[in-house]
């Protein structure tokens, strides 16, 4: 029978709106912080590896820095390690979680939220009880950057805000035997890569002027080409046919996924672009994956992209659904709807089924391989911009785009930060031609004076994950006689946290070992012992046929919920019953014959 603890399903609640209260810390306390960080912009890679190093260095006791990797350009990729006295010998002996994040080069803000995490973690560690019960209890892994050489390509290169998705190493994305030939060409070396249109003939195009905006083209209906006097065309993105083939900017930096190259549900490229050409083929992704096989106390894991404001869970693909029973999705369901609450304009979303297939993802490969509750979160959603007004009128015409409003937003809150003004220059194909667009911080990223909140609640919903984490108490030690002689021995053990000790599918699959209870004492004698056990007849077990003192338990711990151990035993003394699982380490029961 499960049982749910009311007082600990209150207690989370109350914290995630004493953390969403302290937003932004800085505003909300009389003190200053440790380490003073500011959160109201994007760092490249050098900036994140410091930011690191000083986390590292303010926090000696409970924070260390590695070096995983390095990227396919030789790049290290920092690690941060938090947890108390976080270089003990027991460390993975504790519940763990995994937290990593700009894993696409350009969606940036996954290294910050990484970072943030780490950064408020250690300063309010001994200020906020739920804070400092996670560093005591828990072990925090936290890689900020899956993909260092597309973050630092992002912002040295001239870029679009979905372009340097991927990771350097040279790819021949058409197919025409050279490798990163025809990029995006920045035409009038702004560093901003953005649209081109040329104006022609009237009634010769296919747009016009908006009559409105200018900076807006207004498609022209086929019937009203003439009379409305379309007179511009639309040319793509900033660049031209580089190598010759009749296309443009077709094979950039790069060209592969390190989403798509893990094992499991893994598709060749053919079939899933960006795959490589086996699972782990990439520096980053073999670097991980050794990492993280390597901690299998690992129970929960984050991974930060952008954007479109979702919380996502696997499968990734329609054929992936036996990987997640319907025990495991009732887990997922209970964190990700905390998580609606703490991350207003985010939904909870399946990814094959609410937003698209994915092969060879990564949290399909910790969930479904390594039997870890496994959430991405898309960063930001630009639904942000805007708002209702008083009353939850919407202060929007039911006709007005999202360009429109971006362009609004542009013009009554950044005074024309965003946007690249239509200009001319000239180009080596269409001749003079004008260029302009939104700059590359927009769109997947949030302003600068919106940042802080992003990383705050996302952090909000990754420390709630991490205490959803298995944790363990011994609910009672029972000792009762038995016929000749004998004592009945029922222990039972509760977990207080909705993730099993094993999940569903790494019991159905074999993923891992089982968790295990042992009867022991030094003048004990166990006679039959077994899982199962019935609250008030005594003899009702799951009686085991061998090792009756070692109890073999495939499914674990279920969250929110106990389970009974029963041993019938002859002897007299002390004993002890230790039950050691992968997830939520070792709990020890004691009694007395």
Known sequence: MK????????????????????????????????????????????????????????HPESCTLSYIGPSEERRPMPLLTISRDVRSADLDSRSAMWVDGNVHGNEVQGGEAAVYLAWYLLERDGELEAITELIDERVFYILPMVNPDGRQWWFEGANTPNSSRSGKRPTDNDGDGEFDEDGADDLDGDGDIVNMRKRVEPGTGSYRLHPDDSRILQRVPQDKLVEW????????????????????????????????????????????????????SYPETAAIGRFIAAKPHIAAVQSFHNAGGMILRGPGADTRT??????????????????????????????????????????????????????????????????????????????????????AFDDLVMFGDTWVPWHEVEHPDYGTVEVGGFRKMTGRTPPHFMIEEMLHRNAAFCLYHASEMPKLEVVSVDVEPAAGGARYVTVEIRNTRWIPTRTAVAAEKGIGPPDVAVLAGAGVTVVAGGAGADRFDLRDFDAVEHEPARLQLDRGIPGHGSERLRWIVRGQGEFTVTLTTQKAGTITATGTL
């Open 322 to 407: 036996s990987y997640f029973p319907r025990a495991d999705r009732s887990t997922y369901d209970a964190i990700a709807a905390e998580g609606e609450r703490q991350l207003p304009f985010y939904r909870s979303m399946v990814i094959y089924d609410d937003l698209y297939t994915v092969h060879g993802g990564f949290v399909d490969w910790t969930a479904e391989t390594l039997g870890i509750i496994s959430f991405t979160n898309e960063l930001w959603n630009s639904s942000q911009l805007f708002s209702e007004g008083a009353g939850g009128v919407d202060v929007w015409d039911d006709d007005v785009t999202h360009t429109e409003k971006q362009h």
């Open 229 to 280: 006097g379309a007179d511009y065309v639309l040319l793509g993105q900033e660049g031209f046919d580089n190598d010759g083939d009749g296309r443009v900017n077709e094979d950039g930096p790069g060209g592969y996924d390190m989403n798509r190259n893990w094992p499991a549900g893994w598709m060749p490229r053919h079939i899933q672009f960006g795959a490589g050409d086996f699972p782990f």
């Open 3 to 58: 049982t749910v603890d009311l007082t600990e399903r209150r207690r989370w609640p109350a914290l995630i709106a004493a953390l969403l209260l302290a937003l932004p810390v800085a505003a909300q306390s009389v003190r200053e912080p440790k380490l003073p960080i500011a959160w109201n912009r994007f760092y490249d890679y050098d900036g994140i590896v410091r930011l690191c190093t000083q986390l590292a260095t303010a």
